[in-house]
Structures are given as structure tokens and as C-alpha cells.
């Protein structure tokens, strides 16, 4: 089997309900067969695992969502499924929680051989090699920054180019620029809200709406719209 990935800025879009947005997406990647699915709930900081696994069992009615949390063995609940899905929140607590129970590369494993991953916002970072690109404020510090790496290029997920009125602090174009300056060999796709990445095999192609932004080492940013591929960043 081949790597299945669907890799979302955001669970939710204006005037829709939990993962709505995505529906398209996710019978891309599940199909229409029910699926025993482990759910990592770790990013969560402000509400409860159980609320958390409550709200996303609520947006895929047709599947059974299990936390990690529910299980004194977190690994054995990742082995068990038929797919892993991964939510957002703060992108430094999911990574430190992460390595303390062990599970990089196991889900790194997993998720390579074939089985489903579904991430979004903290959860789609982490599908990146590292987590230098999140948004987050680092509330705490992770035994590592290394992430599943499941794709070569770095998610930045949330992505806004605005810049407001009289506002002298820098963008998040300029920050995404910084990062590739120190890192000219990664690429980075800032990921607007409505935004995300199906991945198959070698394939990686931008779904969604709204669109993306490619930044790669000293060439300028490329604006990307949806079909885009993005296969040679994959």
C-alpha cells in the first residue's frame, strides 16, 4: 500500500459545521466503508480530550472515532485502526505529548504503509518533517521539534497574508520568508482557511478552496489555486 494523506488548514469554514467543509476530502480518503478510526486529541489545551473526541465523532457520523486518551496504551489504539486522524490546537503541547507517549514513529510507520491520516491544523503541521512552521505560541517545551514527516515539505497552516492598517509588526509572509532564508531547501505551503492537501503515493495535489501560497528557498512566493500540483514538494 501507498500513503493516503489529507492534510487541512482548518476544521471548520465560516457558516459551516465541524469538518463540513472537508466532506469531499474525507470520502477521498476513507471511502464509503465505516472505519475503526484512533483519534489524537493531545493539541487540545482548553477543553477536555473527551469533549474533543465527542466533537469530532459528531463530524464523521459514519465512522467510530476512539481517543488515545481512552487507552492506558495509546500505541496499541494507533495499530488497531483503520485510520488515524489528528487535531488541532497547539502545535507545541501535541508535539510534546507526542514524544512522551511514544507515538512519532509509530503513526509515522503506520501512516507510511498505507493507512489512512487525516490531520488538520496542529494535526496537519505535524505531517510535515518538523513543527518550526505552526502559528503557535511554544506554552511547552516538546523532547524534539521533528514531527511525523509524512510529506518533505513544511504546512503552515492558518495562512493569512494581510497586512492591517498602521500594524508594524512582520506578516506571515514575512515570517514564512525567514524560514525558508535558514532553511532554503524546504519548502513551505501557507495553507489559506478552506485549504488542503490530498496526498497519494507520490502525488500531492492542493484541494479546498481559497487556495495556497508556495514558498521555496530564494525564489519568489507562488500563489496556487486548487488542483495545483505539488507533487515535486510532496
Known sequence: MS?????????????????????????????????????????????SYDDYEAMVAGGMPNHHVRSVHRSNDPGKVIDDAD?????????????????????????????????PYMGWSAGANVASPRLCTTNDMPI????????????RAQINPHYLDAHPDKHMGETRD???????VINPEVPVVGMREGAWLQVEGTSMVLGGGNGARLYLGSEPAVELEAGADLSRVS
Open 140 to 151: 511547552i517545551e516538546p523532547a524534539s521539534f521533528n514531527a511525523f514527516g509524512l510529506i
Open 3 to 47: 500513503r493516503k494523506h489529507l492534510l487541512l488548514s482548518t476544521s471548520r469554514t465560516h457558516g459551516t459545521g465541524y469538518l463540513e467543509h472537508a466532506q469531499e476530502g474525507v470520502e477521498w480518503l476513507l471511502g464509503s466503508r465505516s472505519c475503526r478510526i484512533a483519534f489524537v486529541p493531545y493539541a487540545a489545551v482548553r477543553f
Open 174 to 180: 514575512e515570517r514564512l520568508q525567514e524560514f525558508v
Open 83 to 115: 485510520a488515524i486522524l489528528v487535531g488541532g490546537g497547539n502545535t507545541f503541547k501535541l508535539v510534546h505529548d507526542l514524544h512522551a507517549f511514544g507515538l512519532i514513529s509509530r503513526v509515522r510507520e503506520k501512516a507510511l504503509a498505507g493507512t
